[in-house]
């Protein structure tokens, strides 16, 4: 079956790493996304790319990287420059032309930084 | 930027029970999307909808794109509905914006 595979679903950490969470998919799809959750709060954007070996930030980028080598991959780096890190992230596709066509999304991956 | 508001925020029902959630926006727009995320957190979507109204199974979803107003309805609402449900409008980088959730517990 076809979807969207976030790995791990809990991560914990200690301040001052960096930690890389995991996303995979195997629906082709062009488009992938980073967003995150707290609570209280709709998702928001991190980092979007719309093929591979290109990615734009979002509204919340500092703090994160990301990569695309690979059509089926988009790991993003939380690195010890977010100063909040601690959240729900949900990485997420769709067919290329973005915002036209639904999302799919992964589990989520919940990390915690103490 | 548009912005995105959805009430009510909580929502307690009993079994059976017909239910509405509504969403509004503050810029027009081409789609507008309806998700669920379920208690462990997987988000899962359920409509997108443009104009009138579109239903699966005991879910309806409609808009009003002069009014920029949507509802989400669920008829003979159950337990396994709850859920955080989302709507999500186009944003100005090619991106959704998403509302902040209303969170639905229906009782048995």
């Known amino acids: 079956d076809g979807g969207i595979t976030q790995s791990p679903k809990y991560l914990f950490r200690k301040e001052g790493q960096n930690v890389t969470l995991s996303c995979e998919q195997n629906l082709n799809h062009d488009a992938m996304y980073w967003y995150r959750q707290d609570p209280g709060q709709g998702l928001r954007l991190i980092y979007y790319s719309q093929i591979v070996n290109d990615f734009q930030k979002g509204d919340i980028a500092e703090g994160y990287s990301v990569s695309r080598e690979k059509k089926e991959s988009f790991p993003l780096t939380v690195t010890s420059a977010q100063k909040n890190p601690t959240a729900f992230y949900l990485c997420?596709?769709?067919?290329?032309?973005?915002?036209?066509?639904?999302?799919?999304f992964g589990n989520g991956t919940r990390l915690t930084v103490t | 930027k548009n912005e995105v508001e959805q009430s009510p925020q909580n929502l307690t029902a009993q079994e059976g029970e017909f239910i509405t959630i509504n969403c509004s926006y503050s810029?027009?727009?081409?789609?507008l999307h309806w998700l669920q995320q379920h208690p462990g957190g997987g988000i899962v979507s359920l409509f997108m909808?443009?104009?009138g109204k579109k239903k699966h199974g005991r879910l309806i979803a409609t808009i009003n794109i002069q009014e920029k107003h949507s509802s989400l309805h669920i008829t003979a609402s159950h337990p396994r509905d709850s859920a955080v449900y989302i709507c999500?409008?186009?944003?100005?980088?090619?991106?959704?914006?998403f509302g902040k959730g209303t969170k639905l517990s229906v009782k048995p």
């Open positions: 997420a596709s769709n067919d290329a032309g973005g915002i036209g066509s639904p999302l799919h």
């Open positions: 909808l443009s104009s």
């Open positions: 999500a409008v186009p944003g100005s980088q090619g991106n959704l914006i």
């Open positions: 810029v027009g727009i081409s789609a």
